[in-house]
């Protein structure tokens, strides 16, 4: 994998969390954030890493299950690590740059992109599908306001699903895509695509799928309730934190914005303010919770790449 997967869009975007951190930083009273750090219990600190990784494992799982669903099989070893390699680009729009899984598996393993690439992009459905269950779950104290943001979003993930799975609509795409000549080449790759997407989108693997991302927001929400404890927080039940936390999570997604940075905190930090917090410091909580599920990810991600020679490969189509 040649270097420009980590080049000047992945240098703005880690400019870009900088600066709106910084932003978060200035609205905060600085005060504020020096005693939630200096007051953080580091008791917490080997737990909460632990809870968050294991949250991450029951991901794996997922992907695994949905790789059989395409006859995909690989070493144990090498498919964590290409995995957890995804994590890298996890700041990008919706995760799509987690499609360097599927470059790692044509590289290592010889698995085609046009086999290996819908998949990852099928993760992402079962990720609406399954935050969004968490969220429906906690509306009651969310607000039912956001009931709409999420039938639009889960109407419009569905329409996509049905668009791409059924045979007839993927051909009337396919016949769109031929006629623009930008996305003439794609057409091929796309139609040697649909058997993946079928495959992937089976009733034992959809089902499976989905209750392993349901299971993997509460285990999740262990380690942000965790990190609410290390700051002396205990104003929140266990529930309302995955509920609140999984709404933030799919507003961030709705604004396209890489890793949702910016939204999700905001949003995060709003829905616990209702709470008791002030908002300045609702907004150190938020960054802070954020380290652990999305940059320490992004870092695990980084060794893993290395672990895997990942970083020496180069990029083929």
Same mark, same amino acid.
């Given at each position: 994998?040649?270097? #420009?997967?980590?080049?000047?869009?992945?240098?703005?975007?880690?400019?870009?969390?900088?600066?709106?951190? @910084? *932003?978060?930083?200035?609205?905060?009273?600085?005060?504020?954030?020096?005693?939630?750090?200096?007051?953080?219990?580091?008791?917490?600190?080997?737990?909460?890493?632990?809870?968050?990784?294991?949250? /991450?494992?029951? !991901?794996?799982?997922? /992907?695994?299950?949905?790789?059989?669903?395409?006859?995909?099989?690989?070493?144990?070893?090498?498919?964590?690590?290409?995995?957890?390699?995804?994590?890298?680009?996890?700041?990008?729009?919706?995760?799509?740059?987690?499609?360097?899984? @599927?470059?790692?598996?044509?590289?290592? &393993?010889?698995?085609?992109?046009?086999?290996?690439?819908?998949?990852?992009?099928?993760?992402? %459905?079962?990720?609406?599908?399954?935050?969004?269950?968490?969220?429906?779950?906690? *509306?009651?104290? =969310?607000?039912?306001?956001?009931?709409?943001?999420?039938?639009?979003?889960?109407?419009?993930?569905? !329409?996509?699903?049905?668009?791409?799975?059924?045979? @007839?609509? &993927?051909?009337?795409?396919?016949?769109?895509?031929?006629? +623009?000549?930008?996305?003439?080449?794609?057409?091929?790759?796309?139609?040697?695509?649909?058997?993946?997407?079928?495959?992937?989108?089976?009733?034992?693997?959809?089902?499976?799928? #989905?209750?392993?991302?349901? =299971?993997?927001?509460?285990?999740?929400?262990?380690?942000?309730? !965790?990190?609410?404890?290390? =700051?002396?927080?205990?104003?929140?039940?266990?529930?309302?934190?995955?509920?609140?936390?999984?709404?933030?999570? *799919?507003?961030?997604?709705?604004?396209?914005?890489?890793?949702?940075?910016?939204?999700?905190?905001?949003?995060?930090?709003?829905?616990? @303010?209702?709470?008791?917090?002030?908002?300045?410091?609702?907004?150190?909580?938020?960054?802070?919770?954020? %380290? &652990?599920?999305? /940059?320490?990810?992004?870092? +695990?991600? &980084? =060794?893993?790449?290395?672990?895997?020679?990942? !970083?020496?490969?180069?990029?083929?189509?």
């Amino acid at each position: 994998m040649n270097s #420009s997967i980590f080049g000047k869009k992945f240098i703005l975007i880690i400019i870009g969390a900088v600066v709106i951190y @910084s *932003i978060f930083l200035i609205f905060s009273d600085i005060n504020t954030v020096y005693d939630k750090l200096k007051n953080f219990d580091t008791q917490f600190l080997p737990l909460i890493l632990l809870t968050i990784f294991s949250s /991450w494992m029951v !991901l794996f799982v997922r /992907w695994h299950i949905i790789l059989r669903s395409s006859n995909i099989k690989i070493p144990l070893k090498n498919n964590i690590l290409i995995y957890l390699a995804g994590f890298t680009l996890s700041i990008s729009p919706i995760k799509s740059g987690e499609l360097i899984k @599927s470059i790692l598996l044509k590289n290592q &393993f010889g698995i085609k992109r046009t086999i290996s690439a819908p998949l990852v992009l099928i993760e992402r %459905f079962y990720d609406i599908i399954g935050t969004i269950a968490i969220a429906l779950l906690g *509306i009651t104290f =969310l607000g039912f306001e956001y009931i709409p943001v999420l039938f639009v979003v889960l109407i419009l993930s569905f !329409l996509v699903i049905f668009l791409i799975y059924s045979k @007839s609509n &993927f051909k009337y795409i396919l016949r769109i895509f031929n006629k +623009i000549t930008f996305l003439k080449k794609f057409s091929l790759s796309l139609e040697n695509s649909q058997t993946s997407i079928r495959t992937s989108l089976n009733k034992k693997t959809a089902i499976c799928s #989905s209750a392993l991302t349901i =299971l993997y927001r509460f285990v999740e929400a262990i380690g942000i309730y !965790l990190v609410f404890l290390s =700051l002396g927080i205990n104003l929140i039940n266990y529930f309302e934190l995955a509920a609140m936390y999984s709404m933030s999570v *799919i507003l961030g997604s709705v604004s396209m914005l890489p890793g949702g940075l910016g939204v999700t905190e905001g949003s995060f930090a709003g829905l616990i @303010s209702f709470y008791g917090l002030d908002f300045s410091t609702a907004l150190v909580v938020a960054v802070i919770v954020r %380290f &652990f599920t999305l /940059w320490y990810g992004v870092g +695990i991600g &980084f =060794l893993a790449l290395k672990l895997n020679g990942g !970083l020496n490969l180069n990029n083929t189509n």
